[in-house]
């Protein structure tokens, strides 16, 4: 079974940086996804950026040009690079490694809580 840990949330002032990290433990099997989604307090979680194993990316609108998704294949890690960082970014981020051809997995974090202050 393949665990994600992720790292790297905390309090921040707005405007600054903060990047989350995301280590898987375990071999994952042939390419997928690797995806960070957020949890605001009372809202539907929502998916902030994707990368496919050859590097592909996609964001959400709300963080394209501010945030930017990577990963380290030989380490089976992603990573979020947030930058000018406000209010609204307040969340639970959780990473997520999804494959959808067999053999299929979908993996979740536990999650990690950045709060931005004013």
């Known amino acids: 079974q393949v665990q994600l840990v992720e790292s790297g949330g905390g309090l921040v002032q707005a405007g600054v940086s903060l990047r989350l990290s995301c280590a898987a433990s375990?071999?994952?099997?042939?390419?997928?996804?690797m995806a960070w989604y957020r949890q605001a307090p009372g809202k539907q979680r929502e998916l902030v950026a994707t990368i496919t194993s050859d590097g592909n990316t996609n964001y959400a609108d709300s963080v394209k040009g501010r945030f930017t998704i990577s990963r380290d294949n030989v380490k089976t890690t992603v990573y979020l690079q947030m930058n000018s960082l406000n209010l609204e970014d307040t969340a639970v981020y959780y990473c997520n490694v999804k494959r959808r051809s067999f053999p299929k997995y979908d993996y979740w974090g536990q999650g990690t809580q950045v709060t931005v202050s004013s």
């Open positions: 375990g071999r994952l099997v042939g390419t997928n996804v």
